[in-house]
């Protein structure tokens, strides 16, 4: 696909060494090449024999087609309709390529300034209202600012994460989602606890979130504690970070929490242990369910093994589930959990068959 824009390449690199005479004949020749260029690259991407040959040709491709806009933005003056044309039939490519790709492209790849500019305008017009209208809902003002502060920092040259294409998404579905629960009039809700878990489920693992968060637990321990207890108060967005190279917020407030019970029992003569399993909750009740019909357990009664799991085995994101969790069965639900656990049953059952070679006879 690469190859296509070699004509659109050509025509924008040499941009900035045309005569002044000649800058309307070639903006108008990179207007027309962004217009026609589209048919062209989607037929070369139809020739992709491999998926990952499509995904990695669709990725050098968006990348190339990244450079050229911020080439041919360097070099126009948008105060000039001309010019200001051209850059917009170039973004008007680069957002074609990013609707029908959307799945292959980054989400890591830096966002583009036009972008960036709507997302801008997007958090103007509903940031500072929402986030008012929450402290009026009893949310903690410091909780608020780390809010602010995160969001305002992304679009801080030199700043750690730095505004990538999943906080194109990321971002509005945040500010959209805030704006919900600011405007919500329901009477006697807990508002602050329904804003963690909001926060929770879109992963906003924001350092100094987290550090206000310990702060307050280090404060009443039990309302968190209680909170963490129940998964089923959660369902986290997959994919969404605030920032992607970090662990999710979940993981770092439970990992955090289980630091501070280990601490506070160390003293003790019973070490505070757990059971850190590999299984996401649907996987690990399912586990339950199959160790109970096989008799693993020495209880026959699913709620009495139930009761055990809810105190020691915790889930790969670190939760405990509860009894409740445990024992519900959902079969529609869980049928991606029974095809990971055959997989681990035949590793299993391949590895005693490895150690055990008579059970083949």
Sequence with gaps: ??????????????????????????????????????????????????????????????????????????????????????????EELLESVEFLFKKDI??????????????????DLHLEDSLERLRLKQIPQAYLDEVHSAIESL??????????????????QLIDALRQLAQDERQ???????????MINFNFNHIGFLNRWKEFYEADPAATDNLLRYPQHF???????????????????????????????????????????????????LWLHLCVKAKVMRSSEKKEAAEEFSKLVKTKEGILLSIHSLTKMDRGSEFPAAVHLRKVLKTMLNELHEKFPELNG
């Design 188 to 198: 006697h809700k807990n508002w602050p606890s329904r804003f963690l878990i909001l």
């Design 235 to 285: 369902s986290a967005i997959p994919g969404f970070a605030y920032d992607p190279n970090r662990s999710t917020l979940l993981m770092l407030m439970c990992q955090y929490i289980e630091t501070e019970s280990a601490d506070d029992k160390s003293s003790s003569a019973v070490p505070y242990r757990f059971i850190h399993s590999n299984l996401n909750g649907k996987e690990l009740k």
């Design 106 to 123: 980054n989400p890591l790849t830096p966002l583009p300034q036009h972008h960036e500019k709507r997302i801008r305008q997007y958090l």
């Design 1 to 90: 696909m690469i190859t296509s824009l070699y004509p659109l390449m050509l025509l924008i690199e040499t941009f900035a060494h045309v005569s002044p005479s000649s800058r309307s004949k070639q903006l108008e020749a990179i207007a027309s090449a962004c217009t026609e260029h589209l048919n062209d690259a989607l037929a070369l991407h139809r020739q992709y024999t491999h998926a990952d040959q499509a995904i990695r040709g669709i990725q050098l491709y968006h990348t190339q087609l990244l450079r050229l806009h911020e080439v041919l933005y360097t070099c126009c003056d948008l105060s000039i309709s001309e010019e200001h044309n051209a850059i917009l039939r170039v």
């Design 155 to 172: 679009f801080q040259r030199g700043k750690i994460p730095y505004l990538q294409y999943h906080h194109q998404q990321y971002l509005v």
